[in-house]
Nanobody, 123 residues
C-alpha cells in the first residue's frame, strides 16, 4: 500500500519554472516505478513522465520533452517533476501515481493516485 501527496503547484508566468513533489508513504515506494500525469478542464488525463524504480530510466511525453525533468529520491520517498519554460497549455492538475505496468503511458495502468496539485501558467 502506498499513499501519495503532491505539492509545489501554483501560479506562474509563461517561461517560468516550478518543481512539483510527490511524497510517498509505505515501504513499497523504493520498488515502485512512478509516473506523473496531468488533467486540464474537460480534457482526458494525459501522461507526462515516467521513472523507473532506480531512477535510471525516464520517459516523457513529446509535449514536455526537453522542458520537464522527472527524478526521485528513494531515501526521502519522493518523486519530483522539475518544470521549466512553462507554457499556458501546461495548465492542469498534476498527479503522481504508481505504475502497475512498467513504462506505460496509460492512466489505466497506474494505481494509488495522489490528490493532485494545480499548476496555472499565465500568458
Amino acid at each position: 500500500q502506498v499513499t501519495l501527496v503532491e505539492s509545489g503547484g501554483g501560479l506562474v508566468q509563461a517561461g517560468g519554472s516550478l518543481r512539483l513533489s510527490c511524497a510517498a508513504s509505505g515501504r513499497a515506494f523504493s520498488i515502485a516505478n512512478m509516473g506523473w500525469f496531468r488533467q486540464a478542464p474537460e480534457k482526458e488525463r494525459e501522461f507526462v513522465a515516467h521513472i523507473s524504480r532506480s531512477g535510471g530510466s525516464t520517459t516523457y511525453a513529446d509535449s514536455v520533452k526537453g522542458r520537464f525533468t522527472i527524478s526521485r529520491d528513494n531515501v526521502k520517498n519522493t518523486v519530483y517533476l522539475q518544470m521549466n519554460s512553462l507554457k499556458p497549455e501546461d495548465t492542469a492538475v498534476y498527479y503522481c501515481a504508481v505504475a502497475r505496468v512498467y513504462g506505460s503511458r496509460r492512466h489505466e495502468d497506474y494505481d494509488y493516485w495522489g490528490q493532485g496539485t494545480q499548476v496555472t501558467v499565465s500568458s
